[in-house]
């Protein structure tokens, strides 16, 4: 077996193996690290390695098949989980750095229910990795294309009430006393992709006091449905209601502001709520850009 290919096929978020971003890309290694302090959805990473092997072998082995399988059963089925469902996200080794986050490049798959749906979307996300959007995003970088390995994390779905981003300075001014929250009702894909027009918050970071606030229309939302996921009509009630209560706007904000001070470096999060509760599902830099990238 060549070096690349060594080491475990599947690490788990939270162990020491998760946090090494040449094993698991940038994406998964900053969350396993975050796990043990932030509430992280649990969940497994197919290492880079096990991609690169998957290409020398042909695909998914009949072992490989059955370690997700195994991992995917502990996964779902581990006690106070309800429901088997899964999202399967893309970390590329070049993925969510200071200057590149790949963000919405590489394939995402919500909603992912049982074994076979599973192992399509592990493939699925690999292929990603050579898709034309992809490797235009690496051209117009200069970032190469040789050697490309994809890791792939598997999450417990969490089916957000609301949902959105944030980052620990403004996106677009630059301005380091800035924390500037987004947030639509349903699951964050849509605001990620631009889809919607969010509602979005200004606060100044130092106090976290409230310095602007902005309701958007969110006339659509993203809910699942038996293929995924789909987006429906915002009930009018809705639209106008802000889609953080204002204790869920500061615990936002309070975690970004910590984030930003733990790891070094602005951040940009993306975070859910379900029924009270607050779920950190992505942590990356702010790219060089200071934007959306």
């Known amino acids: ?42 969940g497994f990473c197919l290492t880079a390695a096990t991609h690169r092997a998957s290409l020398r072998d042909g695909g998914l082995t009949p072992a490989l098949r059955s370690a ?9 089925h581990d006690a106070g989980h309800a429901g088997d469902s899964v999202a399967v996200r ?23 229910v049982g074994i076979d749906a599973l192992l399509a979307a592990i493939e699925g996300a690999w292929a990603s990795l050579h898709g034309e959007a992809a490797l235009r995003y690496r051209r117009a ?11 792939v994390l598997v999450q417990r779905m969490v089916w957000a009430d609301a949902a959105g981003v944030a980052f620990s300075l403004d996106p677009l001014t630059g301005d380091a006393d800035r924390v500037v929250i987004s947030a639509a009702w349903g699951l964050g894909e ?14 100044r970071k130092r106090d976290l006091s409230l310095l602007d606030a902005r309701l958007g229309d969110k006339e659509r939302m993203m809910i699942p449905s038996e293929r995924g996921t789909r987006e429906v ?20 904000a309070e975690v970004t502001r910590a984030l930003e001070l733990e ?17 950190l599902l992505q942590c990356r830099p702010v790219t060089a850009s200071g934007t959306y990238a």
Request: charged residues 20%.
């Open 263 to 279: 790891r070094g470096w602005p951040v940009d999060i993306e975070f859910a709520w379900r029924e009270g509760e607050f779920a």
């Open 141 to 151: 970088r200069g970032a190469g294309a040789h050697d490309l390995a994809l890791a």
């Open 233 to 252: 009509t915002v009930p009018s009630f809705l639209r106008t209601r802000p889609s953080l209560a204002d204790h869920e706007l500061r615990r936002v």
């Open 68 to 76: 997700v399988r195994a991992a995917y059963e502990r996964l779902t």
């Open 190 to 203: 849509s605001v990620v992709a631009g889809t919607i027009t969010p509602d979005t918050w200004t606060l």
């Open 90 to 112: 893309s970390s590329a080794l070049d993925e969510d750095g200071a200057v590149t986050s790949f963000a919405g490049q590489h394939d995402t798959y919500l909603n992912v």
């Open 1 to 42: 077996m060549d070096a690349h290919a060594t080491g475990p096929a599947i690490v788990w978020l939270g162990t020491p193996e998760c946090t090494d971003p040449d094993l698991v890309g940038p994406k998964a290694a900053h969350l396993s690290a975050l796990a043990a302090a932030q509430p992280v959805p649990a």
